[in-house]
């Protein structure tokens, strides 16, 4: 009983956390006056349990109502097991693997190419003031150019096949990534210079011990508003200029109006972007493992 | 305490070859002048507390010193050993290493990371080499840096108020913790401080710096009582009794 009471009120007043102790408390009115005591907490309280998949949950459950109970047009809003089924159908009958399989490779050479080029000038941009005289300038100008906008100069430099989309998904991974890396790498603490200072580091030490490990949390910051990019830009390109791919599907399935179709394409594009975000916490929360300790 | 009376008997006059030597050491912000001609020696192995207001130059003095000052104009000779190491006010540990290699930063080998948990070990951090910095207390953080500078074997070690951003009693244990330190290893030791009574506990000569300049310079004799020194420091930074 007393430790359940300390705990549900968890602030620190030792004193009424005393009384808790000495005092009867399988009473009720000392428990009331030991609460009174407390001040009232103004933190959101502790987290519900599975609260991220509460939400999407209930939103399931009333669709599935929804459609069960004819409520739903199905042409418009197909019922949940309807798209389970087409997505089945379509995955035996063929097309949807190598939909799927174009649709991967495609965000994973633009991704790594947008990656690879983010990081490089980044780290040129960031380190040496050259580079950064040459690179920095031309980067902002890049991003002020809404580079969904480059599709159809690029469609004409580079034909309409995969060489253009990879090109236009790399474009839109390598900015966020880029301007987060350099400011990262800008803005190293004042005082750890100094410090590498004191302590003779040389250059490359400096860089491989404080500068880089330093700017590495917005590395990340980058790399999953980079990831996200990928799948943004994926999804646009695919519905615009593609004869295949998920994004081509979806296409053909608004042509002929299967919504349940569009659904899977959807919900597939959802589980891409869940997986590789999940995926880049999870490289984070292990390279990162020295932030956790600030919460305990 | 023997080694400690003895080295005020015979410093500054009878040593030898200083560790550091200021002559006519000028240095400027924006056109003011913060350190102005200071000639100053600081014999191997002294303790020595250098007090001022804030903004008399104290930690442009120590960061001249320590090699610190790249972009401020200034003139005068100065000559300090190789071996320096400098504690900041903040413990300024990498929070993305762990303790010990923290205290190894720029030192390479096993033979250092032995040196490292000895160093750790001497400032009462045994066991805890594998802890992030974020989980030290302030007192604990400032061990570690202490650990880190030790490591370097430092000739020289300037601190920068290094004791200014903790409580009163974790104060008082680095208080005994640093002459502890500094009776075993015997570097020569710049502390700068405003505080006039941490000066006169740890250092065996206090400085006063006033408008760029050293206005007083004081050896302290244990034999005399702290209170004497204490008026006559305080006085020289203008503190005076009724205006306490």
Known sequence: MTTSTSRTTDTHDTAASATTTSAPVNTVEGKTAVRRRRRRGLAPGKRLPASRVVGPALFFVLWAVASAAGQLDPAAIPAPWTVLKTAGRLWTSGTLPTDMLTSLERAAYGFALGLTAGVVLALAAGLSRIGEALIDGTVQLNRAIPTLGLIPLFILWLGIGETFKIAIIAIVVYIPIYLNLHAALSGIDHRYVELAEVQGLSRLQFVRQIVIPGALPGFFVGLRLGVTGSWLSLVVLEQINATSGLGYMMFQAQNYGQSDVILVGLLIYGVFGLVSDSAVRLVERRVLSWRRTLSS | ?244
């Open chain 2, 1 to 244: 305490m023997a080694p400690h009376t003895q080295q005020l008997t015979t410093a500054p006059a009878v040593a030898a070859v200083p560790a550091v030597q200021l002559r006519g050491l000028t240095r400027s912000f924006d056109g003011r002048t913060v350190l102005d001609h200071v000639d100053l020696d600081l014999p191997a192995g002294q303790f020595t507390a250098l007090l001022g207001h804030s903004g008399s130059g104290k930690s442009t003095l120590l960061r001249a010193i320590a090699g610190l000052d790249h972009e401020v104009v200034g003139s005068g000779q100065l000559t300090a050993p190789d071996r320096v190491s400098v504690v900041f006010q903040d413990s300024r540990l990498l929070p993305w290493r762990r303790v010990l290699d923290n205290v190894l930063l720029g030192t390479e080998g096993r033979e250092a990371a032995e040196k490292g948990r000895e160093a750790l070990a001497e400032v009462g951090l045994a066991g805890r080499e594998r802890a992030w910095p974020n989980e030290l207390s302030g007192g604990e953080a400032q061990r570690a840096a202490l650990a880190r500078s030790l490591v370097r074997e430092p000739e020289l070690l300037l601190a920068d108020e290094p004791f200014g951003a903790l409580d009163a009693l974790t104060r008082i244990r680095m208080h005994v913790l640093l002459r502890e330190l500094w009776e075993r290893h015997r570097p020569s030791v710049l502390l700068v401080t405003h505080d006039v009574d941490e000066a006169i506990v740890l250092a065996d000569r206090v400085l006063v710096l006033e408008e760029g300049r050293i206005g007083l310079d004081l050896v302290i004799d244990p034999e005399v009582p702290r209170a004497e020194y204490r008026e006559r420091l305080l006085a020289a930074l203008g503190v005076t009794s009724d205006s306490r």
